[in-house]
């Protein structure tokens, strides 16, 4: 009967105490969640306070939008687009011979000296670009 009494009450405390574990690990993550936003706050505190500085908005100013002070020559350098690199085609993979290895051996034999077949794709001609004479001034 006691036996009954004790397995009884560790079924009835099993549940809860699962249940515990599971919301101190969510305890804890949103600590850490909570720490990491709170640094997030401070670094976006410390960037507002900079752009209150006039000395840091006209330095931002001339490097993220290009203003320069009268008098002075700006130059911008633009680097040339880069080409689109082409992907090499796959080799095509040779379709699996059927028979035994000797028959595949004496085909590559007969078939050795004849020309390989080639596809019948016609290449597209070049489109001519018309000459336009310069500007007279």
Same mark, same amino acid.
């Given at each position: 009967?006691?036996?009954?009494?004790?397995? =009884?009450?560790?079924?009835?405390?099993?549940?809860?105490?699962? *249940?515990?574990?599971?919301? !101190?690990? *969510?305890?804890?993550?949103?600590?850490?969640?909570?720490? =990491?936003? $709170?640094?997030?706050?401070? &670094?976006?505190?410390?960037?507002?306070?900079?752009?209150?500085?006039?000395?840091?908005?006209? *330095?931002? /100013? $001339?490097?993220?939008?290009?203003?320069?002070?009268?008098?002075?020559?700006?130059?911008?350098?633009? &680097?040339? +687009?880069?080409?689109?690199?082409?992907? &090499?085609?796959? /080799?095509?993979? =040779? =379709?699996? !011979?059927?028979?035994?290895?000797?028959?595949?051996?004496?085909?590559?034999?007969? +078939?050795?000296?004849?020309?390989?077949?080639?596809?019948?794709?016609?290449?597209?001609?070049?489109?001519?670009?018309?000459?336009?004479?310069?500007?007279? !001034?």
């Amino acid at each position: 009967m006691l036996a009954i009494a004790v397995c =009884a009450v560790v079924l009835t405390l099993a549940v809860p105490f699962q *249940q515990y574990i599971a919301q !101190r690990g *969510q305890v804890s993550a949103l600590a850490a969640q909570e720490r =990491a936003e $709170r640094a997030r706050v401070a &670094a976006l505190e410390q960037a507002q306070a900079r752009w209150t500085d006039p000395a840091y908005v006209r *330095q931002q /100013a $001339r490097v993220r939008l290009h203003f320069v002070k009268p008098g002075e020559t700006a130059y911008v350098i633009v &680097a040339p +687009t880069p080409q689109p690199q082409v992907a &090499a085609a796959p /080799a095509p993979k =040779a =379709a699996p !011979r059927a028979g035994a290895w000797y028959s595949q051996l004496w085909s590559t034999v007969t +078939t050795a000296g004849e020309e390989p077949t080639k596809p019948s794709v016609k290449p597209k001609p070049a489109t001519p670009k018309p000459i336009t004479p310069p500007a007279k !001034r």
